[in-house]
């Protein structure tokens, strides 16, 4: 069995600070890595996502999370957040075969002006 | 032009009614979900479909039961509601097999306060 642990519950920023959201699992097989944000009183929508290739991955909106195989890990990473990134941040992993998605439980960012 | 939609958006009932949640995927999905959003926003899934065969079902009470009448449907019916069934609850779809498992696409969710 797989599970996710996201290490922060709540992490507060001030605008245009960077900011790092931290997410580590483990599985004892391949995996597939995903970051969902959930806005106030919305369904989750996904982030960013590594299935395959390249361990950096990118959002439209300027997040980045890097898979670190060796470390089980797949950081959330801005460099500058904004007070519309004010979110409820979920990581969440697939093993390679599974129809059983592991959410971790939550990282609520909050950006402060 | 709703990819996953729920209705009814907020559903307010007495303890011991049951009530149904409706959930409808226009992306041409093969898998579907039902998750719980407590409180605290911790997610529980509850059940999934691929094809409209039952393929999780978690320890969920047998009040509990999903119907899925096509691979675009998946509604949740809940008997005897119980305080502690108030609560958020996502549908959501996906796009799996053939060696690939994606990500998932959530519906608005509905607010269920059983009083």
């Known amino acids: 069995a797989q599970s996710v642990t996201q290490l922060d519950s709540q992490v507060p920023v001030f605008e245009e600070a960077p900011v790092e959201l931290r997410c580590n699992y483990s599985?004892?097989?391949?995996?597939?890595l995903f970051w969902y944000v959930q806005y106030p009183n919305q369904g989750l929508q996904l982030l960013l996502k590594?299935?395959?290739?390249?361990?950096l991955v990118k959002s439209i909106n300027g997040f980045e999370a890097e898979f670190n195989k060796s470390q089980t890990s797949f950081h959330l990473r801005k460099p500058s957040v904004h007070i519309s990134d004010t979110a409820e941040y979920f990581c969440?992993?697939?093993?390679?075969?599974?129809?059983?998605?592991?959410f971790g439980r939550g990282t609520s960012l909050i950006v402060h002006p | 032009d709703t990819a996953v939609s729920q209705t009814p958006k907020y559903l307010v009932t007495q303890m011991g009614n049951d009530k149904s949640i409706k959930c409808e995927q226009n992306l041409g999905h093969d898998t579907m979900y039902w998750y719980k959003q407590d409180s605290k926003k911790f997610l529980k899934i509850m059940f999934s479909?691929?094809?409209?065969?039952?393929?999780i079902n978690e320890t969920v009470p047998n009040r509990f039961s999903p119907k899925s009448p096509d691979k675009a449907h998946l509604n949740l019916h809940i008997n005897s509601l119980e305080l502690g069934d108030s609560a958020v609850y996502f549908c959501?779809?996906?796009?799996?097999?053939?060696?690939?498992?994606?990500?998932?696409?959530f519906g608005p969710g509905t607010r269920l306060t059983v009083l």
């Open positions: 590594y299935l395959s290739g390249s361990t």
């Open positions: 599985s004892s097989v391949s995996v597939y």
């Open positions: 969440a992993v697939r093993p390679g075969g599974s129809y059983i998605p592991t």
């Open positions: 479909y691929n094809n409209k065969e039952l393929i």
């Open positions: 959501a779809s996906s796009q799996d097999g053939g060696g690939s498992y994606n990500e998932q696409f």
